[in-house]
């Protein structure tokens, strides 16, 4: 019998029903309220550090934290290579431009050597991404930056909840910048954070996150009447008060959500282990993957389009893995990232998120076995 096994899927329910309605009550809908004030708090504790601002997305997260950073005209900035459009674009929204940096074949973040080797007079920092939510190399690379007085950007979009040598991910940075999208651990449809042990950092950012002024609810705390006036160029890059308090919600479930990914992650590891078309995803010993996705590696010798086209023809959700940046014609001339070259062309996605039950695992490890074997997706 074929069953629809979805990619992705978020979980939420009477909870998140339940305090929208308090939102609603409340009359504070607009964003930076009291219901993200009391998010901020809450995700201090997930990331580790003291200071948190929630905001619209990862992007506005990334942007707002390049700018606190100093990222402008004629900088560079290095990039790990395998990551989604956000974090490249984020690099140019500030002016300066993005240097991609090839990744490691075995969990897809920036290869520390690579850094080492794009660094020019003009590089001024560097942003690493944790890949589907593994953390990067933060030692290695924390140990580059202050050798060359770079800043270290986290783009935490899928980490929530991952740690690396036992801190989590949020605080193995100067900054970093989480998503709340749907298709992320935990979500409110859309939403992000900037988070970091700075309190300069954020506070500059929360300015700028609300088009240069202070935000409303630290007005209305004021004695007096507080006129701003506008010093500098800022955005509306709020998140909104009713998905701040869905994100509270997803806070509190993010440990049994990780397990329950966990768990799924462990299932098709045991049921596709010894198929030799495949590549696994892998844990490393020192961090905790949140297991945002579960990507496989396709050998050389299959058609990862007709490998794709027959999974979902019977039910199982897939695709691409993410984006080798460098080969993108938006940011022209750019040196080759031949590891992250190959994953693009070679990664599948198939279905991760916390809603999976073991049949769900077992059905889309039987599917996927066979169609990897079939001489059907052979090139
Ligand atoms: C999803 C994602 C983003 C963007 O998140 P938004 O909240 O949609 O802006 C950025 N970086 C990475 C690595 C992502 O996976």
Not at 245 to 252: F, L
Not at 334 to 348: K, W, Y
Request: net charge negative; charged share 20%.
């Amino acid at each position: 019998m074929t069953r629809n096994v979805a990619l992705g899927q978020p979980t939420v329910g009477e909870e998140e029903l339940a305090a929208v309605a308090d939102v609603f009550a409340s009359g504070w809908l607009s964003g930076a309220g009291p219901a993200c004030v009391a998010l901020e708090s809450d995700f201090a504790a997930v990331a580790g550090v003291d200071h948190v601002l929630a905001t619209s997305n990862c992007g506005s997260a990334l942007h707002l934290a390049l700018l606190a950073l100093g990222s402008g005209p004629g900088d560079e900035v290095i990039v790990g290579d395998y990551t989604f459009p956000a974090t490249g674009h984020s690099v140019m929204w500030t002016g300066a431009r993005p240097v991609f940096a090839d990744v490691r074949p075995d969990i897809w973040s920036l290869d520390p050597a690579a850094v080492e080797a794009a660094i020019t007079p003009r590089t001024v920092g560097i942003v690493a991404v944790d890949v589907f939510g593994q953390p990067a190399d933060y030692d290695e690379l924390r140990a580059i930056a202050d050798k060359h007085g770079l800043w270290l950007l986290e783009d935490a979009a899928c980490a929530a909840g991952a740690t690396y040598k036992g801190r989590p991910a949020g605080s193995l940075a100067d900054a970093a910048a989480f998503s709340f999208h749907g298709r992320k651990g935990i979500t409110a449809g859309e939403g992000g954070a900037l988070v970091s042990a700075r309190k300069d950092l954020v506070d500059h950012a929360r300015k700028l996150h609300t088009y240069g002024i202070s935000p409303a609810i630290v007005r209305d705390a004021s004695a007096e009447l507080p006129v701003p006036s506008f010093d500098e160029l800022g955005y509306n890059y709020r998140l909104s008060d009713v998905a701040a308090a869905i994100m509270r919600v997803q806070v509190k479930r993010l440990p049994t959500l990780v397990e329950n990914r966990a768990k799924a992650a462990a299932g098709y590891a045991q049921l596709l282990g010894d198929v030799e078309q495949l590549t696994l995803p892998v844990e490393l010993a020192d961090r905790t993957h949140p297991w945002q996705s579960y990507v496989l590696t396709l050998a050389p010798e299959l058609d990862r389009g007709a490998v794709a086209m027959a999974l979902r023809a019977q039910g199982v959700g897939c695709n691409f893995g993410t984006y080798a940046s460098h080969v993108q014609p938006l940011y022209g001339d750019t040196a080759p990232c031949p590891v992250s070259a190959d994953l693009f062309a070679r990664h599948v996605a198939i279905p991760m998120h916390a809603n999976l039950t073991e049949d769900d695992v077992e059905y889309v490890a039987t599917v996927v076995r066979d169609v990897v074997s079939s001489a059907a997706v052979r090139r």
